[in-house]
């Protein structure tokens, strides 16, 4: 007869019905139990869920999960990064209004979350969309601007065509919009910044305080702040007493120097382009800034400039040196002036090439080989100093020290630390985003709009589709306004808030989500925070999690939060994959989970998403591998309901279970024992570690297997199949949540699994008393052996030739030698 298989819709209805009438997952502020804050960052209402979305928040579930069963007060709350761009754009495809639009995603998406079987405390679910919410991200926007923080400034600043609007540099990826991959244009824009760049210096260093960090996520971190150490020279323009500052951390090169470039942006183009060169050079400076920053700097980019007609004074030597300006050379990188040096840097060595410029050599490579006819290509390498007047014959590492400090006393340089981060461009041309805090008065200037007046409401009447400007632009009620100050006339700041701002500071309002006098309660956040443990995405290490960093930093130095990091254990999540590609409606490879759990269930598609491979990697989305689980669980289903009929409610109380298990002598039941104890070893290691839950997944298949072999055992070996049983039930129920609290069930048990303990092992059961040994003759195995367990190598020797089997093996040969492989084999080499 064909067996059922197990009744997955009916089990996770019941049960998920369950956990929120008993609020499993509600954190209870009053509990004595040590705090674990989970948290996973939340979702863009943009979209409905795939499986690889799911990953997140399936991992992010076991590891709450398991903490409840560890004895933890857990904190798993959840909410949306419902403003923005993403969901704005959805709205736009959708041709629905995006409050209305972000409202419906929000709902299936909980819908989604609540058929995983993933729980969260929905008491603290908040929006960023909501005015009781964005009311204090403008509070956040207010505090900086009083501290000094966020200003305005006309500025060339990064610029999306399709989404018109601006981008943080954080926005742009190899010079596309990391939200609809079209190339980034530069654009001169009155825009709102926050001075992070202020906190360069600290945001650098207190990576060193995040030791539970993926080591990649730091170093992208590091590598964005871009810390260079150097020297400012300054080069004086011919003709005049007028200064041209230039950074470089090669001052050891000054001597080579035979040309100097401008960025097309520097304002002293302009003024320096003499009349009859005006049109080229504008043409120039505007064909440059069309192009994207990230390509112009690029080694493979051609190199293009134009000569402005301007020469500079080279402060070492004297020199004439010609000013041009170049498509390579950057604004926002030091001081937009680059001194060149042709012979030792590659980008200008091609330039000078290109152009007939002069290149001198001042580094000699060790053998001394270096001439103008011979090189090929920039010497960067170290060497010696020549051509370098007082310096020549140094090594070019001491002499960059030497040179700074002669540039120095001279009076036209300074050593100076510069950054590669820019200030963080917060203001959007979009409607989908928290309104600015500010007022223009013409007779007051700018003002702050008072905290007692915030919120600042996004009206909803809008034609919210992409003009170039912002929206709000076109909404009178919403621009014209009275001055705080002087109560005359006043227009309202017409773009909104970028919403990385949102999502820099959510995690502190889960503590406190219904307040309406606080952002949060620093009690509270101060006694749950920094989060335990962050899950998300590699994808996020420099906007929101450096963005993170930055505000809790403010928010620290202003008092408001007693800590300086956000997170003190991070976990970046690798991406599910399908056909090799990241899932998406264009390539049309996603995969929906709605089909998968109707028609194998939550559990199912969880297993098979934890088993797939290692968490933090990549990993291929098989349909049909999801069988696979389908089929495991299934076979543990059937394995507690033939134990049942098998042992007749038989059932051992833990008392009595030593002297029961004592007077075992079957070596299987012994083994299986073992294996139950080093089970709950592995996968309390692989959790508990590096959310290996692949392998931990893989140990609990491994001790089903070993059941299953032993499935029948008479009466006095169903203690340890009842152990085993329980066991297994156990360590599977962060992973498939539905299922073990049915079989806990089944066991005997009242109330949820997850309020009982997680189990121990038992350092006694992990002893082996004996081990079977392979013995091979002349390398082939030809019998095995089972000898004590730290049996040494001579009685070991001793065992195996004194062997009946072994005996009649090696008869009338002669023993030249024999190997022994320490607890795995002997090998007898004969001859005859």
């Known amino acids: 007869m064909k067996q059922k298989n197990y009744p997955f819709r009916a089990i996770e209805s019941r049960w998920q019905k369950f956990w929120e009438e008993e609020k499993l997952m509600y954190m209870d502020e009053s509990s004595p139990k040590p705090k674990y804050y989970c948290l996973m960052m939340f979702p863009y209402p943009s979209a409905a869920l795939h499986v690889g979305h799911g990953r997140n928040y399936i991992i992010g579930d076991v590891v709450a999960r398991y903490k409840l069963m560890r004895g933890y007060n857990v904190l798993a709350p959840m909410g949306w990064d419902a403003f923005g761009l993403p969901a704005e754009n959805a709205a736009i495809r959708e041709n629905i209004h995006p409050a209305v639009s972000t409202r419906e995603h929000i709902r299936k ?115 964005w702040i871009g810390r260079s150490e150097g020297v400012e020279i300054d080069f004086r323009l011919e003709g005049n007493d007028e200064v041209l500052p230039c950074f470089t951390t090669r001052p050891d090169t000054i001597y080579g120097v035979t040309y100097m470039v401008l960025a097309p942006e520097h304002p002293l183009v302009e003024r320096l382009a003499p009349e009859e060169k005006k049109e080229e050079i504008r043409r120039f400076v505007e064909k440059s800034r069309k192009e994207n920053l990230a390509s112009r700097t690029h080694l493979e980019e051609e190199k293009e400039g134009v000569f402005i007609g301007s020469y500079v004074i080279n ?101 100076r630390i510069t950054y590669r981060l820019r200030d963080w461009l917060i203001s959007r041309q979009r409607y989908w985003g928290a309104p600015i805090p500010i007022i223009y008065c013409s007779d007051c200037g700018t003002v702050p709009v008072p905290e007692d007046d ?115 254990r991070l976990f970046t999540q690798g991406m599910i994959v399908k056909d090799g590609a990241k899932m998406s409606k264009s390539k049309g490879n996603v995969v929906s989970p709605d089909k998968l759990i109707a028609k194998y269930g939550a559990d199912t598609v969880r297993l098979y998403t934890l088993f797939i491979g290692p968490p933090e990697k990549d990993a291929e ?113 962060p992973f498939v949540p539905h299922l073990s609290e049915e079989l806990w069930e089944k066991l005997g048990y009242q109330g949820s699994i997850f309020l009982h303990s997680w189990p121990g092992y038992d350092e006694e059961a992990l002893k082996i008393e004996e081990m079977i040994v392979a013995v091979q003759v002349n390398g082939k195995v030809r019998h095995r052996i089972t000898v004590a367990a730290g049996i040494s190598e001579e009685e070991l020797k001793k065992e195996t030739l004194t062997n009946d089997r072994i005996k009649e093996l090696t008869a009338g040969k002669e023993i030249k030698k024999v190997i022994i492989v320490p607890g795995k084999l002997v090998n007898i080499v004969v001859t005859g």
């Not at 011979?374 to 090594?395: H, I, K, M, N, R």
């Not at 299934?634 to 002297?659: A, G, Y």
Request: hydrophobic residues 40%; contains cysteine; aromatic residues 10%.
């Open 109 to 223: 998406m909980k819908e989604q979350l609540n058929q995983w079987g993933v729980l969260y405390d929905w008491s603290r679910e908040l929006a960023t969309c909501e005015p009781d919410y964005y009311k204090w991200t403008q509070w956040i926007f207010l505090k900086l601007h009083e501290k000094g923080l966020a200003y305005k400034k006309l500025a060339p600043v990064n610029w999306c065509p399709s989404c018109s609007t601006t981008l943080a540099n954080e926005e742009v990826v190899d010079g596309k919009c990391e939200r609809c991959d079209t190339l980034v244009v530069q654009k001169d824009l009155e825009q709102w910044f926050f001075k992070i760049t202020a906190y360069a210096e600290r945001l650098l260093r207190d990576l060193e305080l995040l030791k539970d960090w993926p080591e990649r996520v730091k170093i992208m971190q590091a590598n």
């Open 315 to 415: 402060p070492v030597n004297g020199e004439r040196i010609p000013l041009w300006i170049a498509n390579y050379a950057l604004m926002g990188y030091g001081t937009g002036a680059v001194m060149a040096v042709p012979a030792h840097d590659q980008r200008d060595f091609e330039f000078a090439k290109k152009y007939n410029l002069p290149v001198k050599i001042v580094i000699q490579n060790p053998e001394k080989t270096l001439t103008l006819d011979s090189l090929e290509a920039a010497y960067v390498e170290e060497g010696v100093q020549v051509g370098s007047g007082p310096f020549d014959g140094l090594p070019n590492r001491e002499a960059i020290e030497k040179i700074a400090g002669y540039l120095e006393e001279k009076g036209v340089g300074r050593k």
């Open 454 to 568: 915030l919120p600042v409401r996004l009206p909803e009447k809008v034609d919210f589709r992409p003009q170039g400007r912002s929206p709000l632009a076109g909404v009178p009620e919403f621009v014209d306004t009275s001055c705080p100050r002087c109560s005359r006339p006043a227009r309202r700041e017409m773009d909104t808030i970028a919403q990385w701002l949102c999502s820099c500071w959510y995690y502190l309002r889960y503590l406190s989500p219904r307040d309406e006098d606080r952002p949060f309660d620093t009690d509270l956040v101060n006694r749950w925070l920094p989060v335990d443990q962050y899950i998300g995405g590699v994808e996020h290490a420099i906007l929101h999690l450096l963005y993170s960093r930055f505000i809790t930093k403010v928010l620290y130095d202003l008092g408001y939060v007693g800590f300086q990091e956000p997170f003190q």
């Open 621 to 733: 989305w098989d349909d049909r591998a999801v069988e696979g689980a389908w089929r495991f669980l299934n076979r543990v289903w059937r394995l507690i309901e033939e134990f049942k009929v098998q042992s007749s409610k038989f059932k051992v109380e833990d008392k009595n279970k030593d002297k029961k298990l004592s007077n075992l002598d079957s070596r299987r039941l012994t083994d299986l024992r073992r294996k139950t104890h080093q089970t709950i070893k592995k996968v309390t290691e692989d959790v508990e570690g590096k959310f290996h839950f692949n392998t931990a997944i893989a140990a609990i298949m491994e001790l089903v297997n070993e059941m299953s072999s032993l499935s029948g055992s008479e009466e006095s070996g169903l203690p340890v199949m009842r152990e085993a049983l329980e066991t297994v039930v156990l360590l599977l129920a």
